[in-house]
Nanobody, 122 residues
Framework: QLQVVESGGGLAQPGGSLRLSCAASGFTLDSYAIGWFRRAPGKEREGVACSRGNGGMVMYADAVKGRFTVSRDNAKNTVYLQMNNLKPEDTAVYYC???????????????WGKGTLVTVSS
């Protein structure tokens, strides 16, 4: 059974950092696109970043460019979202999602985790 599980959320101060993990089971990450999304209180879900499979590029939303970085550890079958210089507006539930790599992979993800809460507050 294909599954992704997020972890690493918590409370951070403005300007601080957190690293989220997305652990995959039931499939090998290498050939899958992995997306990070978030839903802030009272807002719709939005895309944060998408890491294309098969060694493809990573795309970031404008709101997080220069602050968030996606990396993969294929040996651990895990994708990370390093979040630096956090802002209160980054407060949200963060989700990772997976889809077999394809030209449309980052626009429609098939497999979703349950999310992890990130709160940025002083």
């Amino acid at each position: 059974q294909l599954q992704v599980v997020e972890s690493g959320g918590g409370l951070a101060q403005p300007g601080g950092s957190l690293r989220l993990s997305c652990a995959a089971s039931g499939f090998t990450l290498d050939s899958y696109a992995i997306g990070w999304f978030r839903r802030a209180p009272g807002k719709e879900r939005e895309g944060v970043a998408c890491s294309r499979g098969n060694g493809g590029m990573v795309m970031y939303a404008d709101a997080v460019k220069g602050r968030f970085t996606v990396s993969r550890d294929n040996a651990k079958n895990t994708v990370y979202l390093q979040m630096n210089n956090l802002k209160p507006e980054d407060t949200a539930v963060y989700y990772c999602a997976a889809d077999p790599e394809s030209p449309l992979a980052c626009t429609a993800m098939d497999y979703w985790g349950k999310g992890t809460l990130v709160t940025v507050s002083s």
